[in-house]
């Protein structure tokens, strides 16, 4: 069981700081396409985003960011971005959802390239929550809280686990149905051209009779 549990711990400790990014956003021409960053969540997983930017207002630039599934649900936007900005939100369905910095480059007598230094920190699950307030609020011991973490981690990780396998079971159902059509329009294929060869034999027959050749 420790064993396990240090396993969890671990994982979503690889995970945190997998999404720990530090990158730079170049100033482009008004509505350009955005640079954006993806995740991956279960419906009703929190998900907070910490952004650190660089810059400030009248450096010739404007920073928005905004945050979006590949559903089409959009879940925060914030414009000119010049410090830190913190975004929370609620998934409301399995998704992948995109981070998206657009960086717009505003003043033309400032030769380019421009840029902004982004530090995105994002939290999903169980390390969103505030465990402090939770240990304050129901007086729970530092061994306890851990527990109750890794029991959280414990679940998300099973829940997204069970998704994969939903979702697997749904691809190889649709690799069957593509294979199932597959071979279906190589018979009907083949059928087509055995009844195209026996055609231009008959017809090829009939011509040279026709003509007398044979």
Known sequence: MQVKALSVVLLAWLVQLCVALKFEVEAK???????CIRDFVTKDTMVIANIKS???????QNLNIFIIDNKGNEYGRKKGVTDKLRMAFTAHTDAA???CFENTHLDKNRPGPLTRQIELDVEIG???RDWNS????EKLKPTDLELRRIEELTDEIQRELEYLKVRETRLRNTNES???RVKVFSVGVIFALLAL?????YYLRTYFRAKHII
């Open 29 to 35: 021409p008004l509505n350009s396409y955005p640079r």
């Open 54 to 60: 660089s810059g400030y207002t009248g450096d010739g």
């Open 97 to 99: 959802f995109d981070i």
């Open 126 to 128: 169980a390390n969103a």
């Open 134 to 137: 939770i240990q304050a609020a």
């Open 178 to 180: 593509t294979n199932r």
């Open 197 to 201: 060869g026996c055609w231009q034999i």
